[in-house]
């Protein structure tokens, strides 16, 4: 067997040419997200309710695209991918990043929330996978990276959301699903299940004693990540370097489900 060696092996992350979808892009890991797949050399459709902020991003972001979307809804969801294909033609890449939560416990929790953080961490997954999906295979295949979370394969408590760990352990197993369904076909579906990383989600626990205490005391790396520390992971599944890897849950933990 003849191996060959790659001059730039740094080359198979860039994604020249390539179009990306990336949702809940207007602050956070979603705007993260597509600063770093646009350095890489993606076009990117950012997309989130909050039309000002996307607006703001794009002007950051050559040759790019903002569009206003309420994961929520059906319609909405719909329109996104049309507006990616008219502006671009195609979709390469899909990173399902949206997602909502409440931290309350059960006995506390209203089940129409409940029906909503179904709505946006799930369906909205399921829903942009089938719209995409077409288009990807078209194309002669692409990448799906969900944005799961290390509380899609273990409990949260004492930290009490039970919406968000029931929606991300539904996104963890239908990748490995859609994976399957996928991959003779040229489409790779992956997961990254981050630990706690500074967003609007976890902005209470920022600066929160208590919560830092928790974080340090339970985490073999004892403190939060750093938004950098997911760019290596996302590049990696969106691009060739990991062209080999499919049905894969990429945790980006500290260590914290190593227990």
Not at 6 to 34: C, H, N, Q, W, Y
Not at 67 to 88: G, K, P, S, T, Y
Request: charged letters at 20%; glycine letters at 12%.
């Amino acid at each position: 067997m003849t191996t060959d060696v790659a001059v730039d092996p740094f080359s198979l992350f860039r994604l020249d040419g390539k179009v990306a979808i990336v949702t809940g892009a207007s602050s956070g890991l979603g705007e993260r997200f597509a600063r770093v797949l646009h350095a890489a050399g993606a076009s990117v459709v950012v997309a989130a309710r909050r039309k000002e902020r996307l607006d703001a991003l794009v002007t950051e972001l050559p040759g790019s695209l903002a569009v206003a979307c309420d994961l929520a809804v059906e319609a909405q969801r719909v329109n996104l991918v049309d507006e990616a294909i008219a502006r671009f033609g195609r979709v390469d890449i899909l990173v399902n990043n949206a997602g909502i939560t409440r931290v309350v416990g059960i006995e506390g929790e209203d089940i129409d929330f409940f029906r909503e953080a179904m709505e946006v961490n799930v369906t909205a997954v399921w829903h942009l996978c089938k719209l995409v999906g077409p288009h990807m295979l078209a194309g002669g295949g692409g990448s799906v990276i969900n944005i799961a979370s290390m509380l899609g394969l273990v409990g949260g408590t004492p930290v009490k959301q039970a919406n968000y760990c029931a929606s991300k352990g539904a996104v963890v197993n239908m990748t490995r699903e859609l994976a399957l369904q996928w991959g003779r076909k040229g489409i790779r579906v992956n997961a990254i299940c981050p630990g706690w990383f500074p967003s609007e989600m976890t902005a209470p626990m920022e600066d929160d004693e208590a919560s830092q205490r928790y974080i340090k005391q339970n985490s073999p790396i004892p403190r939060m990540g750093e938004p950098q520390e997911l760019d290596g992971p996302l590049l990696l599944l969106a691009s060739d370097a990991g062209g080999f890897m499919t049905g894969h849950m990429l945790v980006v933990d500290g260590g914290w489900t190593a227990h």
